[in-house]
């Protein structure tokens, strides 16, 4: 998910910081200007600039062309909109030739020490190691670390995050230097577990380390990243594995990764938003359905429900702690599947088999053993890149999108594969390829972009999946979430999970917004459609990033949630591998 999220309002007037003295309201209100283009998730024009202002319009005119002038804005002639100016570009060199990463993190250390109540450190890359530049203690009983210190890479979360985030050909050469020596019985020791975790890392954005240097001590660390993007050092928070446990490392990566922004004002890895929007009703007229938590499981990242018919069970899977899951809805068991490496779907096949997206590709999942079987990669090479959401199509054949794996770069696309294992592109340039599905009649195919906060539709030919005529089904506002996985009912309505919305949405054939299903939880991931009569709606959410405020506010994050919606769906579609 994006996570340059600013909520500036749109109509109420920013006031002036406290402190501005007598005899500088222009120049206060000059500097407001700049922070609300700066702020800005894409150019403003003049009267949305004149109306967040709350300025007087000759007032705001004459400070707008005063800005202009020295060149710290910009206008497009074509567009008529205002965005950053080249003297920011020119400014941002001058700074970074003094920068001193060690005075400008002190603050954010001091801060972190007081809010997470564990030892938080400085680090960088040094050599083969990780070398520890400052650290702040936390009171009582914590963890002490020794400035100038060096520490190995392969088992710590700075070094694992200070690896995952190098220019990839950098990171591979200095990991194949590394010995992989054993500190306590938890440390990785095998390079394709390294590598694994490295993946997971990136996409996170966090590393983690559960007592894998020193018995029973715990770490989660985040990268600080420079002017071009990469790491310059990390934030890392140690503590007793008894209190800094797995749940609390998730929320403190959270806090890490706001902190690390600050210190340099790069943003680094951009996967998933760190910034929840509040959470708001239904507008009035629109028909909300009681939901239930089903399973109040408290997943990192839940993902991609399928309903299998024959076992009357709801599969689906945590990316961020890799894992596919077997949910009971008779006996509320949750049968679990614990993998290391990353898997984002799980797909049906004939004969009760499993076909999931991992890391390396398109593999069958034996999920009794744990155990996965190399299949066919759409985009083996492609090593910034991950596999996403999958679904097999009514005909059959795999259809998969992938994207990068920090969603930085529009470098993903969506394939077609087909039981011979051939691989057709279908789509490319895309963001965080998200939620697939298609019309009762299979004529209509729907595709999400979630960055772009976009639902494509196509027309489609159901025998050979000749993908025509695309069209945006639905723009959604960045400010009202991101559309994220999806299912079609029997009827031809498009049911969408909406990321940060705290809601999921139901629209019309014709892209109308038709119904809203509200949540107790604000990232809805996906949807599908399960029970004996495919009239029970089967709802997926995630948890990561979510600060402790909102946690407080929605502990059922990470849960499966079950609503009866009225309409049944479509039946699961089930892949035969040829011969």
């Known amino acids: 998910m994006n996570d340059s999220q600013h909520e500036a309002s749109a109509k109420e007037p920013r006031s002036l910081p406290e402190g501005v003295p007598s005899g500088a309201a222009a120049l206060a209100k000059g500097l407001t200007l700049l922070d609300m283009v700066a702020d800005a998730n894409e150019p403003l024009k003049f009267a949305d600039l004149l109306e967040r202002s709350g300025l007087p319009k000759p007032t705001f005119a004459r400070i707008l062309r005063t800005i202009v002038a020295f060149r710290l804005i910009q206008q497009d002639d074509n567009l008529g909109t205002y965005s950053l100016g080249p003297r920011f570009l020119e400014l941002s060199h001058l700074v970074w030739k003094k920068f001193d ?89 095998e390079m394709s577990l390294l590598e694994s975790e490295l993946i997971l890392t990136r996409a996170r954005g966090y590393a983690v380390s559960s007592e894998e240097h020193l018995d ?58 760190s910034h929840p929007r509040r959470r708001v009703r239904a507008q009035a007229g629109q028909r909300e359905t009681n939901v239930a938590c089903v399973l109040p499981w408290g997943a990192q990242l839940g993902e991609c429900p399928v309903w299998s018919p024959t076992e009357q069970r709801v599969y689906w899977v945590d990316i961020l702690h890799p894992a596919v899951y077997r949910f009971d809805p008779q006996t509320g068991h949750n049968e679990v599947c614990e993998l290391n490496k990353l898997v984002s779907a799980v797909l049906l096949a004939e004969d009760e088999r499993l076909l999931v997206a991992s890391q390396d590709g398109m593999e069958w999942l034996h999920f009794d053993e744990a155990r996965l079987e190399t299949w066919v990669h759409p985009e083996e090479g492609i090593r910034e890149n991950r596999l996403n959401d999958a679904k097999v199509a009514p005909g059959g054949s795999i259809w998969v999108g992938s994207m990068r794996l920090d969603a930085s770069k529009p470098s993903g696309g969506l394939y077609r ?163």
Request: net charge negative; proline share 6%.
């Open 101 to 189: 990463l060690a005075s400008a993190s002190v603050p954010e250390l001091e801060r972190l020490v007081d809010e997470l109540g564990e030892t938080v450190a400085l680090s960088c890359l040094d050599g083969e190691q990780v070398l520890y530049l400052d650290e702040r203690s936390g009171v009582g009983l914590g963890v002490k670390v020794e400035v100038g210190r060096k520490v190995p890479l392969h088992c710590t979360a700075a070094g694992k995050v200070l690896l995952a985030l190098q220019e990839p050909s950098y990171s591979r050469a200095i990991i194949k230097r590394l010995s992989l020596e054993a500190f306590t019985p938890h440390t990785i020791t």
């Open 216 to 273: 029973g001590v715990n770490s989660v660390a985040v990268a600080i990243a420079g002017q071009d993007g990469l790491p310059i050092g990390a934030l890392v928070a140690l503590g007793p594995a008894s209190r800094l446990d797995e749940s609390a490392m998730h929320v403190a990566g959270r806090e890490l990764i706001a902190a690390a922004r600050r210190i340099t004002g790069a943003s680094g890895a951009v996967a998933i938003s």
């Open 417 to 579: 594969i087909t039981s011979d294992k051939n691989v057709e592109r279908k789509a490319a340039d895309i963001t965080v390829s998200n939620g697939l599905g298609w019309s009762p009649d299979n004529r209509t195919f729907y595709f999400v972009d979630t960055i772009p906060g976009l639902i494509y539709a196509y027309d489609c030919a159901p025998d050979v999946g000749t993908l025509t005529n695309r069209r945006v089904f639905v723009s959604i506002p960045e400010a009202e979430g991101r559309p994220d996985g999806l299912a079609v009912d029997c009827e031809g309505g498009v049911w969408c999970a909406i990321w940060d919305g705290w809601r999921v949405n139901r629209y019309a054939p014709d892209g109308s917004l038709d119904r809203v299903i509200d949540l107790p939880v604000p990232r809805p991931t996906s949807v599908t459609f399960g029970g004996q009569d495919l009239d029970i709606l089967y709802i997926t959410t995630a948890r990561t990033r979510l600060p402790r405020s909102t946690l407080i506010e929605a502990p059922l994050s990470g849960g499966l949630f079950a609503c009866t919606p009225g309409v049944k769906g479509l039946p699961s579609h089930y892949f035969k591998q040829s011969g």
